[in-house]
Every structure is written in structure tokens, then in C-alpha cells.
């Protein structure tokens, strides 16, 4: 058995910190669960498909490579830097996109278990980033068979794409609590939140450089997704390592994580009843 | 030691769903207005008990009376908003089937998940199916997924699921209504055994018959306050004679 021997509660001595804390660390403790409940919502989800899970890859590749002919002809760039570009840039935002709206149902589509078990909530947060770093693991797998056969020039710098993406799965923690609690609350919060990554796809250079942004240039660094994109994608794409970039996702990101961890440890014990 | 203490527990639901509500069903907990605003349910009121290992309570009363919130607080799953609970021993409970489940699995894969879940690992976890599997006696049912079980079925797995991993604490909310004779024996012998290894069951029912049966004690609540509580015998006359049975 996983729970402690002794539960004790005292609604006068909450302890919220230490039991958030003491969540997570329960919640990684359950790494296998969470592991194979990720693979079962792959599962569920292609259900009865005979590619299945691979369908992942397939939508992922129709998409750079048509984003990549349009945009090389419609501004007359070369064609494989740009789908490299574009083939990079997408594989990131995909994991960002959906650490931030699968964050925000985390607790929503979880809420059988979640009132049937004393479980972590942490578990679930879990589960959501152990399935979106295996589908970022598909189209990943694209995305290196783009840089291969497009003949592109990787650096030894590519390796920073790495802590870059470490940086992710760390934010994505925060994202899924912070979002997680406020959208089980305030459902609003959920629609609001997806028509906003719709609009930041295209206000974020992903599709297009910012060297095509023409006056929207100087609008760019005021979106942090830009930042985010840019710490993975400059060392595989231009082998640079983008420091001020690094600098601005790191300061973004402690701020982002205290604010999740103290929204989270403060409404946790509420969560079960605003379903 | 096994041990199940509340000391003044009250609880209060938030209702999000309509702010005029204002008349309760009989027997169910009072609306309120909140602290911070808005309406709520009182589910608990002021509720204290101890209940020591060995022990078989059942929880009576009507509907709404907070038989199922109090099972959960007991459960550590809800907080209360105030007083203090105290739970020894591990905990186990089954409110509603399907629960904890994940009905598009198979039961197979179910068990492995629960497995997974009380920390085992993958290859304990497949070695615990077959043992399992004995006790609920699905056949090969069991590479089905769980939504094409009947109600009783699922019961079977779920109660299976529930009390197979070393409880100690079994928390039972109105779980014997669907499942066969057979099974239902299966499931009596499964929470003497809890309770002879000096566990504890908490029965939730309002069926004065299944609590006599089951129990030793019982507890009555109404509209989330405890009514009365002693000898199983009593308990249920009183409340029989009531007239809210």
C-alpha cells in the first residue's frame, strides 16, 4: 500500500505547503502508474485505428511539410531550412500548447478518480505530461527524419535543445497546476484560454520568421512563447545557443512555478468539491 | 492498532449549480449561506466518533442524510472545513462503482492499474491478476472492457479491486444491492476476514435489513448531524420506529 499509516487531519492546521509538497513527492512515487495510464489514453484515443498512436507523426509531417511549401513560396525562401525551421518550431509548440490546455482538464477529466481514491493529485499531472512527452516523442521522431534527409548542418550547439526541453516539462508541471485548479474552478477559464493559444500560434514566429514580421517585429519579444520556442529551436535550427532568451525563461519560469506550487498548496484540499 | 477518530467534524459542499435553492429534502442536510459567499450544503454537522479495530458499523439514515460524505471525510479524500480527523491503517473505499476505474480498460488491465496504484510493480502487479481473477470469477470477461460488464459484474470488480490489497479500513457505501447469491457470500466472507485481522468495515446503507445483518454497531445520521448511535439492535428499532426507514 502507498497511503501513509496514519492520516491526520485538523481543519485548524492545514499545513497546505507541506502536503503539497509531500503530494508531488507521492505523485512521482507513482511513476508507473502514471506512466501506463498515459499509454492507455494513447490507446483510447486511436482506438480501433490501425495506425494508430502513429497517426500522431502522420498529422504532425502533413502539417510542417504544407506549412513549409506555402510559406517558401509565398516569401521566396529556400525551402528545406524553412521546413526545418518550420518542422522544429511546431514540434515545440505542440508540447507548450498542450501543457497549457490539457493543464487546464487535468483535474476536470480526472474527477472519477479523483473523488473514488485518496490519490495525488500530482498523479495526474503526471499522467497529462508523460502523454504529451510521448506523443512530442512521435512527431519528434519527424521532425529528425526532416533534419536528416533535408541535409541540414547540425552544430554540436543542437545539444542545448536538451535543458531547453527540460525547461518545458518543468513548466509544464506549473502549467497543469496552476491552470488545473483555476479552470476545475472558473470553467470560463478554459475557453478563454484555448481561443488565446490559437491566437498566439500565429502572433508566435513559428510559421513565419521574425525577420518576415515586418512591423510586428518589435511586438514579438513581448509574447513569452517566443522566448520558449526560441531556447529549443535557434541551437538545432541556426546552432546558436540564444541566451537572453535563456535569461528571460528562467526568470519566467521561477516566477511562473512559485505562483502554480502557492495557487495549487493553497486551494488542494478544495478541488474535490467543485466538480 | 487500526483506528478511525472525527472530533467535530462539519462540512459544508459550495453549490455552484443554482443560487435559490433553498428547501432541502427531508432527513438531508440544511442550505446555508457560505462564508465567503454563495450557497452550500451542510453535509456534516458536528460530528464526533471513534471507531477501534474489530469493530463493523453501519451508517443509517435517509437519503442525503450524509452517509456517503461522511464515508469519503473517513477516507481522507474530503477535507473537512472544520474539526479534526485521524485515520490509522490503511484505507479502502467503494462509493460508487466505476469509481477508480477506468471502464474503457479491460478488467484485466484494471487490476494491473489498481496494483500499479498500491505500489507494485509491473511484474507483482500481473502476478496479482490471476488472484484476482479467482475471486471475481469473470472468466474471460476479463479481456473485455469494463463497460460491457453488467452492473452486478462490475460490482464483483470493483468490491474485488477494493479489498484485495491488505485494507484495513473497508468503507462500503450501499455496495451489496447488485451481485448474485454466490457472490455475495464471496463478499461477507471477504469482510469478516477484514475485520478478524483486526481491521474495521463501515457499512453505509439505508437498509436497516443489510446493517442488522452485517454490523455491529450503527450510526444515524439525519440531516448530517448524528441522530443517535450504540448497539446495532437498537440503533435500527429506533430508527424503524421513526417512521424514516
Redesign the interface.
Known sequence: MTQPAVFKYHADERRDFTRAIADLHRGLKLWRLWFELALDDLRQRYRRTVFGALWVSVSYLVFAVTIALIGSQMTGTALYPFMVYVAVGYLAWNFINASVTDGCTVFINTENWIAGLRLPFSLFVFQSIARETIIFGYGGAIAAAIIVLTGHDLAWTALAALPALMLYLINAVASHLFFGVLVTRYRDIAQIIQTAMRVLFFLTPLIWTPEQAGGLRDWLWWNPFTYFIDIFRAPIVDGIIPWSSWLFCLTFSAVFCLIAFSLFAHFRRRIVFWF | MVSLTLNHVSLT??I?DSNTVEDSPDGAGRIEKRKHGGLGLRALHDITLSIRQGDRVGLIGRNGSGKSTLL?VM?????????????????A?L??V?????I??TGR?NI??RA????D??DEAEARVDQIADFVELRDFLDLPVRTYSQGMMMRLAFALTTS???EIALLDEWIGTGDKNFRKKADARMQEIVANAGIVVLASHNPELVLKHCEQAIWLDQGMIRKSGAVEDIVRAYENSGDS
Open positions: 459542499y459550495p455552484f469519503r477516507a481522507g479524500i474530503y477535507a473537512p472545513d472544520a474539526g479534526a480527523v485521524l485515520i490509522e491503517g490503511q484505507t473505499g462509493f460508487e466505476g469509481l477508480g476505474m477506468r474503457e480498460a488491465r494491473i492499474l500499479l496504484m498500491e505500489g510493480t509491473r490489497f491488505g485494507a
